[in-house]
């Protein structure tokens, strides 16, 4: 018996050791990112990941002109390799062979293809000033395609009763729509992020990335986002995408089976971020709390990635470049910026802007004092010893201040004063006009909401953030009063744009049944809009704001040389004497100026302002 037992053993560690051997025969390639490559990038390094069982073993060779391998980085988990290749630049385009050897047999090969980069992609301008961004929800915008509602593999599916459910809408949607944004005056779209969230609920949102090479189908395919990218661009409106260099979804698919064990930070024990972002810059700041803010995760399901790990790092670079090169992108959103930590944010933004130096991106620092934000934009003089290549910045300190000024009592601190002064802090910046300013986003209630429901001071708002420095961003629906019942409710905010859904009712695109109010405003928000495309002078014309008075106004010039443009926020209840005496530096040499809301012509010398009004005057 006893002999048996051994007999059996041992023929099972034989058994054991010749499938072993066997299976160590059984290579394969399940992953190679990028998807592909191109020739004649500023910067001839690539990083490329490989994936598949076993191929950690194995040595990479090509045989392609102008091609070297610089390195083979390998890891703990042998189901990866990371090739370093040098691209010289008189390469040619076409496609390689990357052959995977042991010793001197050839076990795999995989057939990579290095494109031919379209013409000015170097050189490609992005968003500005002179543009005024589109927010959107991709699932809540329009459902162009119903037939990729329920795709099978993806458990969260299709729920229109539940406002944090999957709705159905899509990259489709957004193309039909092309022409309602175009002509509404938009001339840019961000979209929420795209790639693929594989997650049981709230996939809708977008912000768990599962794969990053992949648009989620249920919105689309890479091709199709691509495509919306022409489309747009036809029509002179510029792609922003959304991207999270922070953090990936729980179900990504290198979380399952991850290349080193400290792939993402606390990888057994989960810890929350204190979301403390002046620990970054704070001179007294303790080690345990940055590294609680950079390390922790900013929710359950989305594990912080470890970005102090070089290899990471590249993947996530090489990934961002090649969504600009493959979509043609004009911008990059990038959400919960000082997480990723400042040095990585300086290695990720100085890539990018070396590689496309017309190029923008906007980072989300959601902070309410400039101090705070202007130290992470490109140039700051601040003293920290911080160099980003951030261009540009989301504008929350005036987003707030707005609202104050708006819906507070005029009074020291309060009401028009609070955004005369934050606006003076702009000397912090070195660019506040390359700042992103908006009255509301898909994380805030919206802006009719925050003003109270109230339609003259939506349309104060409005008239600010047009005619304000910076680069506009609107809230998809904010231009027909859509608001949510519930404070702070996501699901609410991001609600359907009436007219996406072939069943709606109401159709915001084509104005039946809007409700009169709802059309006005929109008709209002159209009009500042194309006026603001026409008019350089509130693209990049000088500002001058006079200190309010706590009589219920605030008045700032927008001017140059050829121009001058007298905006005036009232606030009182009734039609009010404004006197202009006071305004001489920027008045001089006019006696009128005429609204280019109403067409109606205010004299210099004896003007009244309609009550609780915005008059937007171009001085004669
Ligand atoms: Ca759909």
Not at 153 to 181: E, F, K, T, V
Not at 324 to 349: C, N, S, V
């Amino acid at each position: 018996m006893k002999y048996f037992f051994r007999s059996l053993f041992l023929s099972f560690v034989f058994t054991l050791f010749l499938f072993g051997s066997i299976s160590a025969q059984e290579y394969a390639i399940e992953r190679v990112e990028p998807l592909n490559w191109w020739i004649g990038m500023e910067n001839p390094e690539l990083q490329i990941m490989m994936y598949g069982d076993d191929i950690g073993d194995l040595s990479p060779k090509i045989d392609y002109d102008g091609v070297d391998i610089e390195r083979v980085e390998r890891v703990e988990n042998d189901n990866y390799l990371f090739v370093y290749l040098h691209i010289d630049h008189t390469t040619a385009a076409g496609t390689m062979d990357i052959s995977l050897m042991n010793n001197e047999q050839q076990e795999l090969s995989y057939t990579y293809e290095l494109k031919e980069r379209e013409d000015g992609s170097a050189s490609r301008e992005g968003f500005n000033s002179s543009d005024v961004i589109y927010l959107i929800t991709p699932d809540r915008f329009a459902n162009g395609n119903p037939d990729n509602d329920e795709v099978a593999g993806y458990a969260d599916s299709l729920d229109m009763d539940d406002d944090y459910g999957r709705h159905g809408g899509d990259i489709q949607g957004i193309i039909n729509h092309l022409d309602y944004i175009d002509k509404m005056g938009f001339t840019a779209i961000w979209l929420n992020p795209v790639l693929e969230n594989a997650m049981k609920e709230a996939s809708y949102h977008g912000y768990a990335t599962t794969d990053y090479y992949k648009v989620d189908p249920r919105f689309g395919s890479n091709e199709l986002y691509k495509e919306l990218s022409e489309k747009a661009e036809e029509r002179g409106i510029k792609l922003i995408m959304d991207m999270i260099m922070n953090h990936a979804g729980s179900n990504h698919w290198w979380l399952q089976d991850p290349p080193t064990s400290d792939w993402v930070h606390y990888p057994d024990e989960y810890q929350q971020t204190n979301h403390r972002r002046t620990t970054l810059h704070d001179p007294y700041a303790s080690d345990s709390d940055m590294k609680k803010f950079t390390n922790g995760w900013f929710v359950r399901s989305m594990p912080d990635l470890n970005q102090s790990n070089p290899l990471l790092a590249d993947y996530m670079i090489y990934n961002s470049l090649w969504w600009i090169e493959y979509a043609g992108l004009r911008g990059i959103r990038h959400d919960t910026h000082p997480y990723a930590g400042k040095e990585f944010m300086q290695e990720w933004t100085c890539r990018i802007m070396e590689e496309y130096p017309d190029f923008n991106i906007v980072g989300e620092e959601w902070s309410v004092d400039p101090l705070v934000l202007a130290k992470w934009q490109r140039g700051s003089k601040l003293p920290t010893d911080y160099g980003s290549c951030l261009p540009s910045l989301m504008d929350f300190p005036i987003q707030t201040s707005l609202v104050n000024a708006l819906t507070k009592e005029e009074s020291w601190g309060t009401g028009f004063v609070n955004l005369y002064e934050t606006l003076s802090f702009d000397y912090v910046y070195p660019n506040p006009k390359d700042l992103v300013i908006f009255a509301d986003n898909h994380d805030m209630d919206r802006f009719y909401r925050q003003v109270n429901q109230d339609y003259d001071l939506f349309k104060m708002g409005m008239t600010y953030i047009m005619t304000m420095r910076g680069i506009p961003q609107f809230y998809y629906g904010t231009e027909i009063l859509m608001s949510n019942e519930k404070h702070h409710d996501h699901g609410q905010i991001r609600e359907d744009f009436p007219g996406g859904w072939s069943s709606d009712t109401k159709n915001a695109f084509s104005g039946n049944g809007l409700s009169d109010k709802k059309q006005q405003a929109q008709d209002f928000v159209k009009k500042l809009l194309n006026w603001r495309k026409d008019n350089p002078i509130i693209h990049d014309g000088k500002l001058m704001h006079y200190a309010p008075k706590h009589e219920g106004f605030y008045v700032y010039f927008r001017y140059n040389k050829k121009k001058t443009v007298m905006v005036i926020l009232n606030k009182n209840e009734d039609a009010t004497e404004l006197d202009t005496d006071r305004f001489y530096e920027r008045t001089q040499g006019f006696t009128e100026g005429t609204d280019v809301i109403t067409g109606k012509t205010y004299s210099l010398d004896d003007m009244t302002v309609p009550g609780r009004s915005a008059l937007i005057l171009e001085l004669k």
